[in-house]
């Protein structure tokens, strides 16, 4: 059930209607993240629901997934970084107080609205990227190498196994 999303919202409007909004963005749109991917292919994924605190704030519960492709800092190989984080957002309008906010939440302030949705997404995205993108084990090209040259030749072919079964 995943629908393109729209590009602008009214958080407030969303608040108070309880809405929920499912769906998901291209990376490609999410240039300021650009530079530290290896490959801007793919998708955004978010569940966002969005509602009224007990102080009148507008709040957004839910989470963004994605797979990246980053780029290892120690070998410069493209390794896969999988996203997965909690969105726990509660949006200020002029006027209110950024006090007693849960701790499990983060406190942004709205300045114009309609706003940017993709924008907020990569807000999310950015604060949920790896601080250090590295391979657990770097792919060694000493062993790609080796492998190529020391192993034996031995051709197997599948069709040929099926052929003497059927025999
Ligand atoms: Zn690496």
């Not at 955004?44 to 980053?70: E, N, P, S």
């Not at 726990?88 to 940017?116: C, H, M, W």
């Amino acid at each position: 059930m995943l629908n393109d999303l729209p590009t602008l919202i009214d958080p407030s409007e969303f608040a108070h209607r309880h809405h929920r909004l499912t769906g998901q963005v291209a990376l490609a749109q999410m240039t300021r993240i650009h530079d530290r991917l290896s490959d801007i292919q793919g998708d955004v994924l978010i569940d966002w629901q969005f509602g009224i605190d007990d102080k009148h704030r507008i709040k957004i519960d839910g989470y963004i997934q994605t797979q990246l492709i980053m780029l290892c800092l120690r070998c410069l190989q493209p390794m896969s970084s999988t996203i997965d984080a909690k969105t726990a957002l509660i949006l200020l309008n002029d006027g209110q107080s950024s006090d007693d906010i849960p701790d499990d939440y983060e406190g942004i302030s709205l300045t114009n609205t309609p706003i940017s949705l993709t924008s907020l997404i990569e807000d999310e995205l950015i604060l949920a990227l790896p601080l250090v993108a590295r391979h657990t084990v770097c792919p060694s090209n000493e062993y790609v190498l080796s492998k190529n040259v020391t192993e034996p030749l031995t051709p197997s072919n599948p069709f040929h196994i099926l052929s003497e079964l059927k025999k």
